[in-house]
């Protein structure tokens, strides 16, 4: 329980971060403030991580939901990049970082899912 809590906090801190990061309400000019935010940010994202990578597996059950979890999360970033894709590219040139997060969300996926049926 302990671990689903910092997965949490450091999901919402991760999220929170990077909205600060887009200075919605043009509260902060860029420069210093905005290092910090970043720093904080890939901090956070560290955080976020090494626990998502420790994730031990339980039994079926927690897999199975450790699997759909991952299947929702990976469409709704493909989804979401896909569609940042197609209105930049109406509005005009798609930005390079959209289209090579695409690409690597997709190539993480197929070698990953090669690399596992290879292995085991």
């Not at 809590?5 to 860029?30: G, R």
């Not at 040139?93 to 289209?99: F, I, K, R, S, Y």
Request: net charge neutral.
């Amino acid at each position: 329980m302990k671990h689903t809590y910092i997965h949490l906090v450091s999901a919402v801190l991760v999220l929170v971060l990077s909205v600060l990061l887009l200075n919605p309400f043009h509260i902060w000019m860029p420069g210093m403030t905005q290092m910090t935010v970043l720093g904080c940010l890939l901090v956070a994202f560290a955080v976020l991580s090494v626990y998502l990578l420790q994730e031990n597996g339980g039994d079926e059950r927690e897999a199975t939901h450790r699997m759909l979890a991952g299947r929702v999360a990976f469409f709704i970033g493909s989804l979401i990049l896909v569609i940042g894709i197609a209105v930049e590219s109406v509005h005009g040139t798609p930005n390079m970082w959209l289209v090579l997060s695409l690409a690597g969300m997709i190539l993480g996926k197929v070698v990953a899912r090669c690399y596992s049926d290879w292995k085991y």
